[in-house]
């Protein structure tokens, strides 16, 4: 490795292009990049084996962390910063000292035939992020956020997603008509449906769709799917988010596949 570029000034060009990333959920769109924050986000892009442009890295980790510095070592590049400077490039009370650059993935064709989950117009970062653990936890192949869904690569969804979006195929921006290729049935949950999830036949594959968490489902969406069904709540309708009804039902799919 060749030796680390030193940053002491915020008016760097590199650390302005960082905030912007870090700051505005969809940059990433704008500018091309995206902007991993933390040890473990770093350590799940190596493991996958995906590159790495840059690790912005603090002073104080290159000089005394060798665990750090040797996983800086895996970028392409390497910025050694003042560890003040790393406040501005996180959302985080306490930043972390080490953070990596790359160039925003591009978008797989969908798959037509895989287990899928399907975000409509979620809102919360840490909701999408908690459905995306779920979804790589349970062997889902791809994620489709239709638009109005907040930015799959944002860095509080990167944050909730705890490195599941390098296992899973992710398209953003998708057309709700897009999902009439689709060769696996749709299947939501919904309060007012009669089927309880526990004792309904699951299609095997499935596209499960969860809807934005105060309106849940479109219902022009509800209406293309194959089954409506709905999660047993007995201390009290309404008291799941969407994150704990995506792994309620993730895991059911999960499940049935290997009975």
Same mark, same amino acid.
């Given at each position: 490795?060749?030796?680390?570029?030193?940053?002491?000034?915020? +008016?760097? $060009? #590199?650390?302005?292009? *960082?905030?912007? =990333?870090?700051?505005? @959920?969809?940059?990433?769109?704008? /500018?091309? %990049?995206?902007?991993?924050?933390?040890?473990?986000?770093?350590?799940?892009?190596?493991?996958?084996?995906?590159?790495?442009?840059?690790?912005?890295?603090?002073?104080?980790?290159?000089?005394?962390?060798?665990?750090?510095?040797?996983?800086?070592?895996?970028?392409?590049?390497?910025?050694?910063? +003042?560890? $003040? #400077?790393?406040?501005? *490039?996180?959302? =985080?009370?306490?930043? @972390?000292?080490?953070?990596?650059? /790359?160039? %925003?993935?591009?978008?797989?064709?969908?798959?037509?035939?895989?287990?899928?989950?399907?975000?409509?117009?979620?809102?919360?970062?840490?909701?999408?992020?908690?459905?995306?653990?779920?979804?790589?936890?349970?062997?889902?192949?791809?994620?489709?956020?239709?638009?109005?869904?907040?930015?799959?690569?944002? $860095?509080?969804?990167?944050?909730?997603?705890?490195?599941?979006?390098?296992?899973?195929?992710?398209?953003?921006?998708?057309?709700?008509?897009?999902?009439?290729?689709?060769?696996?049935?749709?299947?939501?949950?919904?309060?007012?449906?009669?089927?309880?999830?526990?004792?309904?036949?699951?299609?095997?594959?499935?596209?499960?769709?969860?809807?934005?968490?105060?309106?849940?489902?479109?219902?022009?969406?509800?209406?293309?799917?194959?089954?409506?069904?709905?999660?047993?709540?007995?201390?009290?309708?309404?008291?799941?988010?969407?994150?704990?009804?995506?792994?309620?039902?993730?895991?059911?799919?999960?499940?049935?596949?290997?009975?």
């Amino acid at each position: 490795m060749s030796e680390p570029a030193r940053i002491h000034s915020r +008016a760097n $060009p #590199l650390l302005a292009r *960082l905030r912007r =990333l870090a700051q505005e @959920p969809a940059a990433y769109r704008r /500018l091309g %990049a995206v902007w991993l924050e933390g040890d473990h986000l770093c350590a799940a892009l190596r493991a996958r084996g995906r590159p790495a442009l840059q690790a912005v890295i603090a002073e104080s980790a290159w000089d005394h962390d060798e665990r750090l510095r040797e996983l800086a070592g895996w970028a392409t590049r390497v910025a050694v910063i +003042a560890d $003040p #400077l790393f406040k501005d *490039l996180s959302g =985080l009370e306490s930043p @972390p000292r080490i953070g990596f650059l /790359l160039d %925003a993935p591009q978008a797989p064709a969908v798959d037509t035939a895989v287990a899928t989950v399907v975000l409509d117009r979620l809102q919360d970062p840490g909701n999408v992020g908690s459905i995306l653990r779920s979804a790589a936890a349970f062997g889902v192949r791809q994620v489709l956020a239709l638009k109005g869904t907040a930015a799959l690569w944002s $860095p509080k969804v990167l944050r909730a997603g705890m490195g599941a979006h390098f296992a899973l195929g992710l398209v953003e921006a998708v057309d709700e008509a897009a999902l009439e290729a689709l060769q696996v049935p749709l299947v939501a949950t919904s309060s007012h449906a009669g089927a309880e999830l526990r004792h309904a036949e699951l299609p095997r594959p499935c596209a499960w769709v969860f809807g934005h968490e105060g309106q849940g489902v479109a219902p022009a969406l509800l209406a293309r799917c194959a089954l409506q069904l709905r999660i047993p709540q007995p201390g009290g309708e309404e008291s799941l988010n969407v994150a704990a009804a995506a792994a309620i039902c993730l895991y059911e799919s999960a499940s049935r596949q290997g009975s």
